[in-house]
DNA sequence: AATTTATTATTAACATGTGAAATTAATTCG
DNA sequence: CGAATTAATTTCACATGTTAATAATAAATT
């Protein structure tokens, strides 16, 4: 009862990137509107649930490299979506704070992302979405690094 | 019975993002000793397994866009793992061939990011192993372009 | 046949991914 | 205290991701 896959469809790497494809081209197209990246959207996230945190800690939420980071938060800060403050324990530290800006666009477009979601997971069936779910967490985990 | 993942763990993005960072560091690791990027392997990969084709269907099969691609042949041809004929059959198309020092570099390094995957796949156990892919592919197929 | 429309590949412009090197500050050691 | 070491962050260089615009050819329409 398969359809037709491309041959590489049992290919994880080539798998996982097509899925990412599939979830995130309609994310992105919500997010363009609102005149923000994907990167930029996840940073914002990080920041607006846990709190003002330094960027090695955001670069682990959001899944970000360091120098991506450090080049994501210069175009945050340009558009004052988030603010910064020296570290007074650590001088090599900062503490990165969301701005009032900031959060209102996390909240005015959080319903339309979390359909999207809702949508392939209405079409996989819960159960299903959640086991896929189940099954990433533990690559992610049982994964040496 | 769950261990501790981020509070992000259950956001589909992020977990596919770091699915897929997991399965690719090794490989990256090795393509790096040969000189070639990721997405260089990708496209070298489709062309020796599906034969001399055009780039629409080379960034359909190794899920690039257009763009990129363009850039990628251009390194690719530089570095002649790759030629490129014109389509006789239609000015607009192109016709890329690997080479036979590209289809050595795929063939020598074969095993060794097969062998990444057979570690995941040991880790995970093959049944389990398999229903991610199918999963994936399921998530690919069954939701709307 | 001329015009329009669609397809293919490229280029442009900006943002990010990635690994290595450089910078700055804190800590440790002699 | 001063040099070496460690840690956090940034900068650098190159490659790719992404959308829009462009050029060339093919196909369709009238």
Known sequence: MSSDLP????????A????RERVMRPVRAILMDVGITEQQWRVLRVLEEEGPQDPT?????ACLLLPSLTRILQKLEEKQL???QPDPDDGRKQIVNITANGTRIIRDNLGASQAVFE????????????????LLN???R???N
Chains 1, 2 share one sequence.
């Open 142 to 144: 049982d994964t040496s």
């Open 16 to 19: 996982l990137l097509r899925a």
């Open 82 to 84: 988030i603010s910064r």
């Open 119 to 134: 949508g392939i997971q209405a079409k996989m069936g819960a159960e299903r979405y959640e086991l896929l779910l189940d």
């Open 138 to 140: 533990e690559l992610y």
């Open 57 to 61: 800690r955001i670069a682990d939420g």
């Open 7 to 14: 041959n590489t469809s049992r290919s994880l790497p080539i």
